[in-house]
């Protein structure tokens, strides 16, 4: 809204700022945004706050950090329907574990412990 103040943190104001550029296609897979030291530059912050948005966004999956080279945008998967998704149509509600189906792995003559295969559906973590 005009003559409102964004309050949000100097972060987070830089990473909404190339999250929309990525959604909206002005920033294309491949893409690579400004190194840290120039987003520090350029948003007048410090380098801690430019790393801190960049790792925004990498955790929200919309770009990657390729060591040497620099922060490239990733691919944007389809936007997914309202109904429900292949990953949670029919799911159990409070289910933790995971199924796991197969041979019982053998052990090898170190391992103290019995493996624990195959491992069966659970209504809460496993104990450590």
């Known amino acids: 809204m005009a003559g409102q103040a964004d309050n949000r943190a100097p972060y987070a104001k830089i990473a909404a ?3 929309e550029l990525i959604t909206s296609g ?20 410090s380098t801690a706050t430019a790393e801190k948005a960049l790792r925004k966004l ?4 919309l770009v990657r950090g390729i060591h040497g080279i ?5 691919d944007q998967p389809a936007p997914m329907s309202s109904g429900p998704s292949a990953r949670t149509e029919g799911a159990v509600p409070g289910l933790v574990g995971v199924q796991v189906n197969g041979p019982t792995p053998t052990r090898p003559p170190s391992c103290p412990h019995p493996p624990k295969w195959p491992m069966r559906w659970t209504s809460s973590p496993a104990p450590m």
């Open 17 to 19: 700022h190339y999250t």
């Open 58 to 61: 990498r955790n929200e999956g």
């Open 26 to 45: 002005q920033l294309q897979p491949g893409s690579l945004l400004p190194s840290i030291k120039n987003l520090a530059e350029e948003w007048n912050v």
């Open 70 to 74: 620099g922060t490239e945008v990733l």
